[in-house]
């Protein structure tokens, strides 16, 4: 039972484009949503979270949205750009001292082409 | 250094032997996590550090898998009698600990091969 999914596997986008990526979840009991981005051979680097009592998180050229009754959030990458290149994934986790502990999707490769 | 250190970058053992994977995480930052990623998959959580004592090891596959973090800093994940579907890339993260919306700070992994 994956409690989030990320249903496409990649995206592909020309260079100034929009990106938006994908992420659903089935437990309502989530208090944040994040969003980490992944370069090959790298770790994963923190992008933007959300709480759930938010609908929108905007941090320069990314903005989150949240659609709690549809238990479904996006990330939205504008203009897109050639080194945005890289797997997403979409993670959730609950408040509380353990914060940390997040269930993540299986991430989007994202492809933007000069 | 800077970021969360993790070494060997790369492990190749054989099935059944011992292996032990270390993490050195920000400095300051009291809390620990390790992480689990097989391929074509997102992380799974395996344990949380919370200064020197696991908080959650619920993550834990079986009791092969252990892990410490005696001095509340370096810690490290150790797997006994390895199986070949242990292997997967450890991804050890830290962050301040504490209330928090949840964000970690990954460092770039231990890829393991059990042959």
């Known amino acids: 039972d994956q409690q989030v999914k990320q249903n496409s596997p990649s995206l592909s986008v020309q260079e100034g484009r929009i990106s938006i990526l994908n992420c659903d979840y089935t437990?309502?009991?989530?208090?944040?949503f994040l969003w980490y981005k992944k370069y090959p051979a790298e770790g994963p680097t923190f992008l933007i979270s959300?709480?759930?009592?938010?609908d929108k998180n905007e941090d320069g050229r990314f903005t989150v949205f949240l659609n709690k009754s549809a238990k479904h959030l996006s990330l939205h990458i504008v203009p897109s750009q050639p080194g945005d290149s890289a797997v997403y994934f979409c993670?959730?986790?609950?408040?509380?001292?353990?914060?940390?502990?997040?269930?993540f999707g299986d991430g989007t490769t994202l492809t933007v082409k000069p | 250094g800077a970021g969360v250190s993790q070494t060997p970058s790369n492990k190749v053992t054989e099935k059944g032997k011992y292996v032990e994977l270390r993490c050195d995480p920000i400095?300051?930052?009291?809390?620990l996590y390790w992480y689990r990623q097989s391929l074509g998959q997102g992380p799974e959580f395996l344990i949380y550090?919370?200064?020197?004592?696991?908080?959650?090891d619920s993550g834990l596959p079986n009791d092969r898998f252990f892990a410490v973090r005696p001095e509340g800093s370096v810690s490290t994940l150790k797997i006994q009698r390895t199986e070949r579907g242990d292997s997967a890339v450890y991804l050890c993260?830290?962050?301040?600990?504490?209330?928090?919306?949840?964000?970690?700070?990954f460092g770039e992994g231990s890829r393991l091969t059990v042959l």
């Open positions: 993260a830290s962050s301040l600990g504490g209330l928090s919306t949840g964000e970690l700070f």
């Open positions: 437990n309502s009991m989530f208090d944040y």
């Open positions: 959300i709480s759930s009592i938010k």
């Open positions: 993670a959730a986790s609950f408040k509380n001292t353990n914060a940390g502990k997040s269930t």
């Open positions: 400095s300051g930052h009291t809390a």
């Open positions: 550090f919370q200064g020197t004592g696991a908080a959650d």
